[in-house]
């Protein structure tokens, strides 16, 4: 578009853009702040803004899982559990989070593939379902998978905490894999099947290969919905060995004694992965999120 | 090829919600599940949800919640998607850049954060009044049952609000230059523009985002979790802190739990027939 832009309209528009920045980003600036001060300084001044020493202690803490204390830590006496736990639901997480993307991206492409290629009424009616059981509440869902995981033994574990998120993702994973798949053209599966292929070796050796960008877009979006789910390994898990990183935060709630400076410490450290992955990835998981409401 | 995600939906979300409605019609409490045994009791949870004004209480929050959450990210995503969607600024493709960081940020997380910004004490927001001179006292934000509902549903809009972006931001896309360079020509003005031209061709996209963020919102858990655990008071309790509490706090009443679940699944469920006919629709061969 090449029209000229007034130097008036020019200027409205920069301020616009930067309101939308600030909207974006200015929440989050309190974890940056207070997570880099000790709670002393923090304290000393309730009124301003800007840490006035800055240091990383909080971070070291953490990291360590409590035994690095350094000066600012040696004589505090409280700790919450959350800090020991920290390093060890990190890694549950992660184990939790690519199990998911793994289970829902095969399951999920599957499924998509034959609501794509087949025109079966009930293939379009799973579509159908799918799409409803979006908006199942999860909490719905919870109440009857708490009772059937504790008769089969599935609580406390991060096998229960994958089986009950991959079911709930994976109608997701279709919405978003679906329309990529009914875009891609016919042609070669067709050729393919003629020259012998059949059609499950069709989609591995062509489909697949094809949809590499829907696919990472629809892993992307399905890993950092793992690493946010709170309300599943809440209910599921209550032995710590089994915790992950949003129930860890959550035993900071409603703590009285906590410091703030550590708490945010700990929530940057939580919200970094998935963070990073949304400005990095950014291109794939837009696209996901668009086809995955719009088309799917 | 449908046979693993299907077995899978029917025992992790068919079954669930079946069993969830047969729980809702037994006594299934903490006793009763170490026993195993379920004694039917036939429509005793509803009747004790239905006698519970707290029940109505978190019904009627949620309704305010749902109403003002949803508005706000209608409002402001579509200021923010028009605002990007002019690329004759480079700065808008920053902010492009930068539209998924709430999205990004774990829900835990975001509660957490703004329990810190709405902290009566070292609160942020507090800090940032004071330094501006808009007010003279520190402001209890979250001890106050009205600035407790607005400040769940901030924090709730921050994060949510990115998802709505992105689908006006797509909607934009697809309307054709021409329809604005015609009007132009025709010499309508920009506030014209927009109302005759943007958003009627956008409706479709808003008519989704309204049924998926109305339904999303119906379910708020996270934040109210992290923010308030339904406080001050119950001011802020709503449907599904309810059903949680019922099912999974001391005395654990599942049974209870299970009818308010059922309950919030039949309301939503209207919202999802509309949902799936509208998406439907379009892919259609």
Redesign the interface.
């Known amino acids: ?1 090449a ?1 000229r ?1 007034s130097w008036r309209r ?1 200027a409205l ?2 301020l ?3 309101a ?2 600030a ?3 200015a ?5 940056v ?2 997570s880099l001060q000790s709670e002393k300084a ?2 000393r001044d ?4 800007l840490p006035r020493e800055i240091t990383l202690a909080n971070f070291q803490l953490i990291l360590s899982g409590g035994a690095t204390r350094g000066p600012i830590f040696e004589q505090v006496t409280y700790l919450p559990k959350s800090v020991d736990r920290f390093p060890a639901a990190f890694a549950n997480s992660l184990i939790v989070a690519c199990a998911v993307t793994l289970l829902t991206l ?3 492409s ?2 998509a ?2 609501v794509a290629r087949l ?1 079966l009424r009930w ?2 009616a ?16 919870m ?6 995981f ?2 089969y033994g599935l609580l406390n574990s991060l096998t229960g905490v994958v ?2 998120e ?3 993702l ?2 997701y994973a ?1 919405l978003i894999l ?2 990529y798949l ?1 875009s891609l053209p016919a042609e070669l599966e067709d050729a393919a099947r003629i020259d012998g292929c059949t ?2 070796g069709a ?1 591995r050796r062509i489909v697949l290969p094809l949809a590499t960008p829907g696919l990472a877009a629809c892993a992307t979006i399905m890993f ?1 919905l793992s ?2 789910e ?2 599943i390994p809440l ?1 599921v898990v209550s032995r710590p060995e089994a915790m992950t ?2 129930v860890v ?2 035993g ?3 703590d009285y004694f906590v410091f ?1 400076t550590l ?2 410490a700990i ?1 940057l450290l ?2 970094a992965p ?2 990073l ?3 990095v990835l ?1 291109k794939y ?2 696209r996901g ?2 086809s995955g ?4 | ?2 046979a ?3 077995l ?2 029917a ?3 068919a ?3 079946l ?2 409605g047969w ?1 809702s019609l037994h006594e ?1 409490s903490i006793r009763q ?1 170490r026993t ?1 045994e379920f004694p039917f009791a036939g429509a005793a949870n509803y009747v004790r949800l239905f006698r519970d004004d707290v029940f109505w209480l978190a019904l009627s929050h949620t309704v305010v919640f749902v109403a003002i959450s949803v508005a706000l990210e209608v409002v ?1 995503a579509l ?2 998607a028009l ?2 969607n ?4 480079w ?2 493709r ?2 492009r ?13 975001n ?7 709405f ?1 009566a ?2 609160g ?1 927001l ?3 009044l ?2 501006l001179g808009l007010i003279a006292e ?1 402001v209890n934000w979250l001890g106050d049952s009205r600035l407790a509902m607005g400040a769940v549903i901030t924090a709730y809009v ?1 994060r949510t609000t ?2 709505n972006i ?2 006006y931001h ?1 909607g934009l896309q697809g309307i054709p ?1 021409d329809y604005y360079e015609a009007a132009e020509v025709d010499g309508a003005s920009g506030w014209s523009r927009f109302w005759r031209i943007t958003l009627p061709l956008l409706r479709p ?1 808003i008519a ?2 309204l049924i ?1 963020r109305t ?1 999303f919102a ?2 708020v ?2 934040e109210i ?2 923010i308030t ?1 339904g406080g001050p008071g119950n001011a802020t309790w709503v449907a ?1 802190w309810y ?2 509490r019922a ?2 706090q001391p005395p654990f009443n ?1 049974g209870l ?2 009818a308010s ?2 309950v ?2 039949l309301i ?2 209207v ?3 509309a ?2 006919r509208l ?2 629709r ?2 259609e ?1």
């Open positions: 578009m029209w832009l020019r528009l920069w616009a853009n930067l939308a920045i909207f974006l980003l929440p989050l600036a309190p974890v702040l207070a923090i304290q309730v009124r301003a803004l095969v399951l999920g599957l499924s593939y034959t025109n293939v379009k799973m579509l159908s379902l799918s799409v409803a059981s979006r908006l199942v509440p999860l909490i719905v869902l109440v009857p998978l708490y009772v059937l504790r008769t089986i009950a991959v079911g709930f994976v109608p279709v679906a329309p009914a059609r499950f989609f950092i690493w946010h709170l309300l209910i990183v949003p935060l959550a900071l709630v409603s703030f708490m945010m929530c939580g919200l998935t963070l992955l949304v400005v950014q998981v837009v999120l668009v409401a719009l088309k799917g | 090829m449908n693993p995600s299907g899978w939906l025992l992790i979300l079954w669930p919600v069993y969830a729980l299934v599940l195993g402001i200021a923010i605002v990007i002019d690329e004759r600024v700065l808008s920053v902010t850049g930068l539209l998924l960081v709430p999205w990004g940020v774990p829900p835990v997380v509660g957490l954060l703004w329990s810190v910004i902290n004490q070292y942020y507090n800090r940032a004071l330094a520190h921050w990115p998802f992105l689908l797509a230059r996209v989704v985002s998926l339904a119906f379910m858990f996270d979790f992290a655990q599904a059903t949680y099912a999974f599942v739990g299970s679940a059922w919030m699944a939503l469920a919202a999802g027939l949902y799936a998406v439907g379009r892919l061969p």
